[in-house]
């Protein structure tokens, strides 16, 4: 997701035309369904009394994608074409694909989950727990920032209170607020004391604000200055333009990274980008939208790389502005919509029907007892009509090209919601002044969420002190559920309680949400261990070209 340091000035909303398209073509190759990314991430619990021990060994290397069969080269320059929307060098802030897409290159997380879904070691090479609340975590040695400090227990320590100060006001702190303190053992050893029990704690610190930064840094430069332990190191950033990084010779996972220097170039409009892989002026593009991954399939030299995903598409309203401080429009609105023809518009087929709550059917904790709803437009009506808007009701929907799908989603809920006297005014804003003029600012619009697992796919969006409730929706009944679920060791208890929160959302439906979206990437034939990742991030730690 993209937002700017500063705020740019507001531009002209383009009009939105076009009509919807129902054809279902044929699927990508190649694409793996997440229940088999689900069945390969999973967490084993040996018994809240025994030891858990997580990611010991060298861990799952792969990027994922791209195939090809001999050994890996050294050498070439990789150029990806992403959003034009930088915002900032510093992860605590880390807030669009943009800054994604290069900080996972420059930095290093603790853990990172691979395209699989495992958990690969990183700045952490082993962890492990007794009771899900005390944990351990033993730290690698030998890896170095960019300006040659050796990595300790010191950075982890100052790079967690950084994003839990509320002073500081990183978007992360709403991810890791269970987090009572981190301390350092040894120079090698962090201990990590969360507020209570939480399974999830692995997973979560694979999230991207949570890039180990330098202790001996002054914080005010990290916006500006990439100091890092990761694959390549920041050679040149003009942002909204491109970044070069070049190859980290000292990086710990050697022979990784294969590539001498990545580009990254910033290029608005889902179209030019498809159009610079086409062309061959870059070897990939992410993220990639349906439309594009389509137009691109069968183009010579490029492969079209798709991957099943929990990410999802949604309509947030806030709750605590009329209208949609009823209840009664908010289940009309969801009447309204039809999932099915969501789907087919929007994402040509592909991807799961969603029941306006982030937790996907093929995830664990799904409550298997709902029923994803239908359009009911008789429904819709009488509810409008209880509400006060019997004669009609206008809306005004802001959107962007900023996430691929909000636009043709917001250009389908348009049509859907005509017939039951909704008027949808759609306001189209450029990708590169969505986060700074509209998200978290106008009352009704599209956006779309990257893939988390179940507790911090909530925390972020539903509890009442996340920083990005983007439905300002507030419900301490909620707020203590989602608290105590991460916590219960038992599975089929923790479901249950998850039941209970997914339960609650439906009713109140405080943000609706159609459908989980699958993920696309394209790449050059050439260019081997690239591809789509179920999370929406772009890896290029293990790619190589042919010789």
Known sequence: MTRRNSVPTRRAARGVSGSLRFDRPQRLPGRLSRRDLIRAGGITVAGVGGAILLGCGGGETGSGGGGGGGEPQQGGNIRMATLADANTLDPAFSLSTADIGLAVHLFDNLIQQQRDLSLKPMLAESWESEDLQHWTFKLRQGATFSHGKPFTADDVVFTFERLLDPDVGSPGRSSLSFIDRVEKVDDHTVSMT????????????????????PSDVDPGEFATQARGTGPFRLQEYEPGERAVATRNPDYWDAPAPYAETLTVYYIPEPIARAEQMRAGAVDAVFPLEPSQALSLQGTPGVVVDEVASGSYLNLAMFCDVEPFSDIRVRHALRAITNRETVREAVLFGGGELANDHPISPDDAMWWPDQQIPEQDLDEARKLLDAAGFGNGLTLTLHTSTLVAGILELAVTYRELAAPAGVNIEIQRVSEDAYYSTTWLIEPFLAMGWNARNPDEALSIVYHSDAAWNEGHYYNPTLDALMESARGIADEDERR?????????????????????????????ENLHGFGAHPSNWPLFHDAWFDA
């Open 496 to 524: 249950e309680s998850y039941g209970d929160i997914q339960r609650i959302l439906i009713e109140d439906v405080p943000r609706i949400i159609p459908v989980f979206r699958p993920i696309y990437a394209a790449h050059a």
């Open 194 to 213: 969360l507020t209570g029990p939480n399974a999830f704690l692995p997973q979560t610190l694979s999230l991207y604000q949570g890039r180990i930064l």
